[in-house]
């Protein structure tokens, strides 16, 4: 059984959607995704034109590749059935499978993520308000406050809990309490409910040819001490990967290291070699009240190997990288220093420029 894996290498937005839907016109068993959550967004457009931003969902759901949300992977159901109308709106018919251990964000984690967000004024961190660190905190720090797909699934009354989510946890972490959460509570119960009826459980060792669609980048990692606390609350590299593989018994992973021609960063945080007058169009990170606007840096490519290669573990047995470069938008700006990748980084084989589905589906 083959495995491939899909990992950004800067601060997110590099195109992992659309190497991910390309591996998958290639034929795929399924898309794991095996880090963050509803924060994600990554755009497929097809040969016919059709355009959608997938959040939870894998980026292979267009030519009819199933979804598996591994145990890293943070659900939120309100997001996902959202999502999953506007897939239904396409005719496409989404398929979602997911671990029992996936955690569930609530509305209640979303508001509190925001009202912290907001009174770090200048000093924000970056979230786009999803509330994923807050799920993480809560369901580590109380785990009687915890929620998971296996909750749902086994209709484990929510209410109570939801309550003091709302009322003693949200004062707890913000100072103030979810006023008049009865009618949110209630709302939200009724949509688990459907979403644990939309969603099958499975394990990654029923997966077949799996592709592990990651979200974020290597530079947003968790244990990314060089721009903490500006990163999300995940492991973006292979380090999930490789504890998959390891529990369905895979050993052979196809590893692509996606970027853009440039660095991006949509939110607070520093972003090496920040240059104002780079301008680039870009239809799915627009400005908003969390993110801000859209920066651009020119691609240090020394720094770009070195991540990559230190995520990857390395060189192989036979002397080569253990990974595949791909780099994207190269119709918005000229790679950078092709020669200087092929001279340092993986063979000429192994670099793909903005490869387009319709060449091989």
């Known amino acids: 059984?083959?495995?491939?894996?899909?990992?950004?290498?800067?601060?997110?937005?590099?195109?992992?959607?659309?190497?991910?839907?390309?591996?998958?016109?290639?034929?795929?068993?399924?898309?794991?995704?095996?880090?963050?959550?509803?924060?994600?967004?990554?755009?497929?457009?097809?040969?016919?034109?059709?355009?959608?931003?997938?959040?939870?969902?894998?980026?292979?759901?267009?030519?009819?590749?199933?979804?598996?949300?591994?145990?890293?992977?943070?659900?939120?159901?309100?997001?996902?059935?959202?999502?999953?109308?506007?897939?239904?709106?396409?005719?496409?018919?989404?398929?979602?499978?997911?671990?029992?251990?996936?955690?569930?964000?609530?509305?209640?984690?979303?508001i509190i993520n925001q009202r912290r967000e907001e009174a770090r004024g200048a000093k924000r961190h970056g979230s786009v308000g999803l509330g994923i660190n807050e799920t993480v905190t809560r369901s580590e720090a109380l785990d009687h406050l915890k929620i998971t797909m296996s909750d749902l699934w086994n209709h484990?009354?929510?209410?109570?809990?939801?309550?003091?989510?709302?009322?003693?946890?949200?004062?707890?972490?913000?100072?103030?309490?979810?006023?008049n959460a009865d009618d949110m509570i209630a709302h939200f119960i009724r949509m688990c409910e459907k979403f644990a009826a939309a969603v099958h459980p499975l394990g990654i060792q029923q997966c077949e040819d799996p592709v592990f669609e990651g979200a974020q980048g290597l530079l947003l990692d968790q244990d990314n001490k060089e721009f903490y606390p500006h990163v999300t609350r995940s492991n973006t590299g292979m380090k999930n990967v490789r504890t998959l593989c390891d529990q369905a018994g895979i050993s052979d992973i196809d590893t692509y290291y996606v970027s853009r021609t440039y660095l991006t960063r949509h939110g607070a945080g520093p972003l090496p070699g920040e240059n104002p007058k780079l301008k680039f169009e870009d239809n799915t990170n627009i400005p908003n009240r969390w993110q801000g606007t859209m920066r651009f840096a020119p691609l240090d490519t020394d720094a770009l190997l070195?991540?990559?290669?230190?995520?990857?573990?390395?060189?192989?047995?036979?002397?080569?990288?253990?990974?595949?470069?791909?780099?994207?938008?190269?119709?918005?700006?000229?790679?950078?220093?092709?020669a200087h990748l092929y001279a340092n980084g993986p063979t000429r084989a192994d670099i793909s420029t903005t490869p387009r589905r319709a060449k091989v589906a």
Do not use: W
């Not at 059984?1 to 068993?29: H, N, P, W």
């Not at 659900?75 to 398929?95: H, I, R, T, V």
């Open 1 to 110: 059984m083959r495995a491939r894996a899909v990992i950004g290498s800067g601060f997110g937005d590099e195109g992992k959607g659309l190497m991910t839907d390309y591996l998958c016109a290639q034929g795929a068993g399924v898309v794991v995704r095996f880090n963050g959550g509803a924060q994600a967004g990554h755009t497929v457009v097809t040969p016919a034109g059709d355009r959608h931003v997938f959040s939870h969902f894998g980026s292979g759901t267009l030519l009819g590749v199933p979804t598996f949300l591994s145990q890293f992977f943070i659900c939120n159901p309100l997001f996902a059935l959202g999502e999953a109308d506007e897939l239904l709106a396409m005719n496409c018919k989404p398929e979602l499978y997911a671990h029992p251990n996936c955690l569930v964000t609530t509305f209640a984690d979303m």
């Open 306 to 338: 070195r991540r990559c290669h230190e995520d990857a573990g390395g060189y192989s047995s036979v002397g080569g990288p253990k990974f595949k470069l791909v780099l994207t938008h190269c119709d918005q700006h000229a790679p950078p220093c092709l």
């Open 156 to 179: 484990v009354p929510l209410e109570d809990r939801l309550s003091e989510i709302c009322r003693k946890y949200a004062e707890f972490r913000t100072g103030i309490k979810i006023e």
